[in-house]
């Protein structure tokens, strides 16, 4: 009887031990696939609005093309169109694309 709950407690520990294992790898796999992309991507985004200067064309998140005019704190004026009337604040995070203009 005793070597019954000996030999029961030992493949209870092993059975433990290869759970804990799972969850490492299934962590691992978490990290490198979804965490560690998303925080490289993110680290992009910011690199690219502290480069951004007036003049500057940006796409905003909404489809939408402009010139950016002026930039404060986190706020960008950004103007649409070809008419000069058309100017519109909006949040640096509303940005998705800058394309610096062309040197001639």
Known sequence: ML???????????????????????????????????QKKETQKKNAMLSELATGDTVLTTSGFYGTVIDITDDTVIVEFGSNKNCRI???KSAIAAVEKPEEA
Do not use: E, K
């Open 3 to 37: 070597s019954i709950l000996a030999s029961s407690g030992a493949s209870s520990a092993a059975g433990m031990g290869g759970m804990i294992l799972w969850l490492v790898i299934l962590f691992a796999f978490m990290y490198f696939f979804m965490i560690r992309p």
């Open 89 to 91: 604040p909006m949040q």
